[in-house]
C-alpha cells in the first residue's frame, strides 16, 4: 500500500504565475522523506527544497531565507506551518481544510482551497498598495495646494 500527498493540479501554473509576478526565490520546505520531496521539488521546479524538517525547523528555514535580505512569504494549511506562518514577513494559510493553529497564525487565510486564489490575492495586495500609495501623493499634494 502507498500513501501519498497528492500535487495540486495547479501548482506548476501557480508557481509560473508567482514567478511572472516578482517572486524570485521559491523553497519548498516539508516534513516528507528527502527522496519524496526531491522528486516533487524537482517535478514543480522549485529553487530549493528542505525536507524532514519540524516545526521549529521550518521557522528556522524562514529565518535563514529572512537572512538573505528580502521579503518572505510562507504559504502551509497544517499545524506543523503555524509557527513558520507566523515568523514570516506574510503567512498565507490555505484555510478550507488546514489547521486553526494554521489560520490563526497567517496574516492571509485563503478559504478556498486552491492554490490558483494565492496568485488573485497577490495582484489584489499590489493594487491596493499601489491606490494607497497614490492616495497619500494626491492628499498630500491637495493639502499642499490648499
Do not use: W
Amino acid at each position: 500500500m502507498l500513501l501519498a500527498d497528492q500535487i495540486r493540479p495547479e501548482a506548476g501554473c501557480v508557481l509560473r504565475h508567482l514567478r511572472e509576478t516578482g517572486i524570485a526565490r521559491i523553497v519548498l520546505v516539508t516534513g516528507d522523506r528527502a527522496d519524496l520531496a526531491a522528486g516533487v521539488g524537482a517535478f514543480l521546479g522549485v529553487d530549493d527544497v528542505i525536507s524532514e524538517m519540524k516545526p521549529e525547523d521550518k521557522t528556522s528555514a524562514v529565518e535563514k531565507e529572512r537572512a538573505r535580505g528580502r521579503p518572505v512569504l510562507m504559504i502551509g494549511d497544517g499545524v506543523n506551518d503555524a509557527p513558520a506562518l507566523a515568523a514570516a514577513d506574510v503567512g498565507i494559510a490555505m484555510g478550507a481544510r488546514g489547521a486553526a493553529a494554521s489560520s490563526e497564525a497567517a496574516d492571509v487565510v485563503i478559504l478556498v482551497d486552491r492554490l490558483d486564489r494565492l496568485v488573485d490575492a497577490l495582484h489584489i495586495a499590489r493594487r491596493s498598495r499601489r491606490i494607497a500609495v497614490q492616495s497619500v501623493y494626491v492628499g498630500t499634494g491637495l493639502s499642499v495646494a490648499a
